[in-house]
């Protein structure tokens, strides 16, 4: 059976940067409070008219310029979002287009912050069972053109950003190298804990006046439940990956958590006991996209000379749903 490598990476965010400081101009907040809280210093804000596929497809061509691949190359696309561009179809297909894929298939997968970690155990699935060779897993997010940035909505608001990240997934057979496992979980009790409740397909009309005056637009979030329980949940999972590979925590040389908070982020390092340099963080300069966060960290990464061959990844994600996982791979 093949295992699935990552043979190319990429990202791209907005030029528009929105630090703390000129977040305090639309709403009662402060540097100090953001970055006490979060860690996050500025974030990336897409102009008006720029889509998430367009976003995507920056990324894409980044991952396959690094993987010496042609678009031609992708016989499907996986795309983790939680802001489709459209009600539907799904951003997929329009990334698909405008890459010049064909009839390739586009896979639109929802799983919020764990978009990716779940991307990627469907990606690995397909390839290993030899249903594709190549595919393009994609995770895209703009978070700023929905969100409330009047004091009102400042708990959320503060916390994310717009982005993409790409990588180009390919059967391979060489040894030592590909995806391991993956694990995934969800816990629905939980699905309003963090969510956005409109526009809702069983109200009718889907959006309406009270959605916009009841505030029900806007994602809301219970703060600290969400903290308790990511900061429970990926260590957990991080522990049955190691586990499933008979491996320990000091095997890992690289974990990518999901850039949800960096607090959250340096809680999941310490009850795991990990180093330093044994964890990648960027969402100082990016706050949270979302499915978006892992790949663009992981490009980063590579960029930054983190990964050598053979170097064993950890990925792992929690977030709404509540959906959470971690991945193992040799790089
Ligand atoms: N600026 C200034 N003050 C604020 C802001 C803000 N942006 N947001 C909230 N406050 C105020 C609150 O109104 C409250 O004021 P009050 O005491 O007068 O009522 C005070 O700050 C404290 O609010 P809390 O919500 O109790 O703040 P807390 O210390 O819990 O921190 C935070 C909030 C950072 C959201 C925290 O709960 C957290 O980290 N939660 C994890 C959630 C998270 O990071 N989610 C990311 C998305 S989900 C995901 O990706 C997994």
Known sequence: MPRTAIVGTGHWVPARVVTNDDLTELMDTSDAWIRERTGIEERRWVESGTTGADMAVRASRMALEDAGLAASDVEAVVLATLSPDHFFPGTGVFVARELGLGTAPAIDLRAQCSGFVYGLQVSDALIRTRQYRTILLIGVEIQSTGLDVSTDGRDMAVLFGDGAGAVVLQATDEEGRGVLSTHLHAEGEFAEILWGDAPASWRHPRISREDFEQRRIYPSMVGRDVFRHAVTRMPEVVGEALEAN??????????????????????????????????????????????????????????????????????????????????????
């Open 246 to 331: 008979d491996l320990g925590t000091d095997d890992i040389d690289l974990l990518i958590p999901h850039q949800a908070n960096l607090r959250i982020s340096q809680m999941v390092q310490k009850r795991l006991g990990l180093s330093d340099d044994q964890v990648f963080n960027n969402i100082r300069k990016y706050g949270n996209t979302t499915a978006a966060t892992i790949p663009i960290a992981l490009s980063e990464a590579v960029r930054e000379g983190r990964l050598g061959r053979g170097d064993l990844v950890c990925f792992t994600a929690f977030g709404s749903g509540f959906t959470w996982g971690a991945a193992l791979l040799r790089w």
